[in-house]
C-alpha cells in the first residue's frame, strides 16, 4: 500500500481548496491502494478534520509558521518582531520552525512516504529531498514581482524560491504560457524551468446537481448586478471588506446592485438590503418583492455561486488567483480588482493588459471600472472569449496523472 504526504499551507483557503481538488482527482486515478496523511495548522486543520471525520489519526496539526494578521493581509511590523518574540499567542518565528521542521521530521521517519504533495509547505519539500522521497510543490507563485513599498523582501522571496526549487517537479495551478495568469508571480530561472508543468487552474469541473432555485436564486433573476468576492484569512478578507464598503458609501452605487459574498461561515450574515434602507432576510424579500440594491452572503452553495456568475455583469475581486481563475477562465466574466498583496497587484495587472478586467487601487478606480466595462462590454467579451477557449481547468485531474504516473515509475 503507497503512502501519501499531502501538506497544506495555512495561509488562506486556496491552499486547502486546490488539494481538496487533487485529493479527490488522485483518488478517483489510483487504482491501486493508498493511504494519505494531511499536515496543516488553525482553520485549515480544522476543515480537513470536518471534511475527513473519521481520518483524525492521519491528520496531524503541525505549527507552520505564518505571519501575523494586520488590518490589511499581514502585519510587516508585528511579523518582523515575532521573529524573536512572542507575539498574539503565536510563539517566535525562530522557535516555531525549529517545532514545525521536528514535527514534520518526525511524521516523515515514522510514515515513509512514497510520495508527498505540497502546497505551499516548503519544509517539506526540504525533507523530501534529503530523503530522496519524491514530490510536487503546487503554487501560482516563485518569485513574484514586488513593488516598491515591499523591496526589502527580496532577500526573503530568493530563500523561498530557493526551497521551492527543491521539489522534484514544481507544479503551476494555470494555464501554459502565453495565457498563464499569474505569470508576473513566477519568473522561473532556467535551471527551474526544466521541472515545471504548467498543469492549468484547479476548477470543479464536475456537473453541480441542481435543485430547486434558492430564494436567492429566484430574486436575482433577470436582476442587473455585480458580484464583490471577499476571500482569504481573517486580515486579507476583512481589509477587502472594508474597501468594498468605501465604494458602496459613494453617490454612484445608490443604484447599483451587488451581491456580496463573504466567505465566512456565517449564516447571520444573510439578508438583503432594500433601496429605502431596510434589512430583510433573503426569504423575506423574495416574499415581499423588496427593491434591493445589495445582497449579503456568508456562503453561497456551488449552485448559488454558478447562477450568480452566469447572470453578474462583472465581478469585484482582490486579486486571488483562484477566484480570478474561476471568474476569467471558467465564466468569462471581467473584473474589476483592488489588490491586498503585490501578489494580487500582479495578477490583476496581467489581466488588465489583456483587457479582461481593471485594476483598481483607489475607490474612484472602482467607479470608473464599473463604468468602463458597461461601456466596453463588448470588447470585454471578445476578449474574454479568447482567454476561455485557451483556460485549462482540469489542473487537478492533471497532476493526479503526474502522480500516478511518479508512483508506477517507483513500483
Known amino acids: 500500500m503507497y503512502k501519501i504526504g499531502e501538506f497544506i499551507y495555512p495561509w488562506g483557503s486556496g491552499h486547502f481548496t486546490r488539494m481538496m481538488r487533487f485529493h479527490e482527482a488522485f483518488s478517483d486515478s489510483m487504482k491501486e491502494e493508498f493511504e494519505t496523511h494531511f499536515s496543516s495548522k488553525g482553520q485549515v486543520y480544522q476543515k480537513i478534520l470536518e471534511k475527513f471525520p473519521?481520518?483524525?489519526?492521519?491528520?496531524?496539526?503541525?505549527?507552520?509558521?505564518?505571519?501575523?494578521?494586520?488590518?490589511?493581509?499581514?502585519?510587516?511590523?508585528?511579523?518582523?518582531?515575532?521573529?524573536?518574540?512572542?507575539i498574539a499567542k503565536n510563539p517566535s518565528i525562530v522557535n516555531q520552525i525549529v517545532y514545525y521542521l521536528r514535527e514534520e521530521r518526525k511524521l516523515y521517519n515514522k510514515e515513509k512516504f512514497d510520495l508527498v504533495i505540497n502546497d505551499g509547505d516548503m519544509g517539506s519539500n526540504i525533507l523530501a529531498k534529503n530523503r530522496n522521497i519524491p514530490s510536487l510543490f503546487i503554487t501560482n507563485q516563485f518569485r513574484p514581482k514586488l513593488y516598491k513599498s515591499r523591496s526589502y523582501f527580496y532577500p526573503s522571496l530568493y530563500f523561498i524560491a530557493k526551497q521551492i526549487a527543491k521539489a522534484s517537479k514544481i507544479i503551476v495551478a494555470d494555464s501554459p504560457p502565453p495565457y498563464t495568469l499569474c505569470e508576473l508571480n513566477l519568473n522561473f530561472s532556467k535551471e527551474v524551468e526544466q521541472k515545471v508543468s504548467y498543469v492549468g487552474h484547479f476548477l470543479n469541473n464536475k456537473n453541480i446537481h441542481k435543485n430547486p432555485p434558492s430564494d436567492l436564486e429566484k430574486i436575482i433573476q433577470d436582476s442587473d448586478f455585480g458580484y464583490w468576492v471577499r476571500t482569504g484569512n481573517k486580515s486579507t478578507n476583512e481589509g477587502t471588506g472594508e474597501r468594498?464598503?468605501?465604494?458602496?458609501?459613494?453617490?454612484?452605487?445608490?443604484?447599483?446592485?451587488?451581491?456580496?459574498?463573504?466567505?465566512?461561515?456565517?449564516?447571520?450574515?444573510?439578508?438583503?438590503?432594500?433601496?429605502?434602507?431596510?434589512?430583510?432576510?433573503?426569504?423575506?424579500?423574495?416574499?415581499?418583492?423588496?427593491?434591493?440594491?445589495?445582497?449579503?452572503?456568508?456562503?453561497?452553495?456551488?449552485?448559488?455561486?454558478?447562477?450568480?456568475?452566469?447572470?453578474?455583469?462583472?465581478?469585484?475581486?482582490?486579486?486571488?488567483?483562484?477566484?480570478?481563475?474561476?471568474?476569467?477562465?471558467?465564466?468569462?466574466?471581467?473584473?474589476i480588482g483592488i489588490p491586498i498583496y503585490d501578489e494580487h497587484e500582479n495578477n490583476i495587472k496581467w489581466a488588465e493588459k489583456k483587457n479582461l478586467g481593471i485594476l483598481a487601487k483607489k475607490t474612484q478606480d472602482v467607479l470608473k471600472g464599473i463604468k468602463a466595462i458597461r461601456e466596453n462590454y463588448e470588447k470585454f467579451e471578445g476578449n474574454l472569449l479568447d482567454f476561455s477557449k485557451n483556460f485549462v481547468s482540469n489542473g487537478a485531474e492533471n497532476t493526479a496523472e503526474i502522480a500516478t504516473k511518479i508512483l508506477e515509475e517507483k513500483r
Open 54 to 86: 473519521n481520518q483524525r489519526d492521519k491528520i496531524h496539526n503541525i505549527l507552520m509558521p505564518t505571519p501575523i494578521d494586520g488590518k490589511f493581509g499581514p502585519s510587516v511590523f508585528l511579523s518582523l518582531l515575532n521573529f524573536l518574540l512572542p
Open 244 to 335: 468594498y464598503e468605501q465604494v458602496f458609501h459613494q453617490d454612484e452605487m445608490k443604484n447599483e446592485k451587488r451581491i456580496i459574498s463573504h466567505a465566512k461561515n456565517d449564516i447571520s450574515i444573510n439578508s438583503v438590503l432594500g433601496k429605502d434602507g431596510k434589512r430583510f432576510s433573503i426569504s423575506e424579500a423574495l416574499e415581499k418583492k423588496v427593491d434591493w440594491i445589495q445582497i449579503d452572503v456568508g456562503y453561497l452553495s456551488e449552485q448559488e455561486k454558478d447562477s450568480v456568475l452566469n447572470l453578474t455583469k462583472y465581478a469585484v475581486v482582490n486579486g486571488s488567483h483562484t477566484v480570478m481563475g474561476e471568474i476569467l477562465g471558467g465564466k468569462s466574466k471581467p473584473i
